[in-house]
């Protein structure tokens, strides 16, 4: 957790951004997760999917910020809406990829730099194939709801032993950062 790492997080949760996550997953949410993702030129899509197994009770939520402007022709991430809370959808995705997705409308986040796109795990999704002559590059962090148990599936978390169970999202939304 490089100075310059703790001053971005600051940056994007101390404002409004803070209390959204704070609303969605509380403000004593741990730091879960926290890379970038790259798409260079070339890349084949993502195939769909949700970061986490459907559950019923709450989850991780993740933040996408775009690090440079986000074109159609770089893959943005496409969601299917409202597929988080819905285990039937969860269940027609499984059975038949294509059927569902050919009668289920997502939509495609198009992101200027430092946009972000906030979303719950269990949310179905991919990155698009990057058609274009620049990489994509987000910055990728999530934070396990307050009440969220920790499942045994999430065990494989990409967050460094030495940052993992530190932080909280209201270390960065405060602006005051526990362990620095």
């Not at 949700?50 to 991430?77: E, K, N, R």
């Not at 819905?86 to 009668?103: G, I, T, W, Y």
């Not at 909280?168 to 405060?174: G, V």
């Amino acid at each position: 957790m490089s100075p310059s790492v703790r001053a971005a997080l600051t940056e994007i949760f101390a404002g409004s951004m803070g209390s959204v996550l704070a609303a969605l997953a509380g403000p004593d949410a741990e730091l879960w997760e926290l890379s970038a993702i790259i798409s260079a030129p070339g890349a084949a899509p993502q195939i769909v999917h949700a970061d986490t197994a459907y559950a019923s009770d709450p989850c991780l939520i993740t933040t996408f910020v775009a690090l440079q402007d986000v074109t159609p022709s770089m893959g943005p991430t496409s969601f299917v809406p409202g597929t988080h809370d819905d285990f039937a959808a969860h269940k027609r995705f499984m059975a038949d990829p294509l059927v569902f997705l050919s009668d289920t409308p997502g939509l495609s986040c198009l992101l200027d730099a430092g946009d972000a796109a906030v979303y719950d795990s269990r949310v179905l999704h991919c990155g698009g194939a990057n058609r274009s002559d620049r990489l994509r590059a987000l910055l990728c962090v999530t934070f396990r709801h307050t009440d969220a148990p920790v499942r045994e599936e999430w065990s494989g978390n990409s967050i460094r032993a030495d940052v993992a169970g530190r932080y909280t999202l209201q270390d960065f939304s405060s602006g005051a950062v526990r362990g620095a």
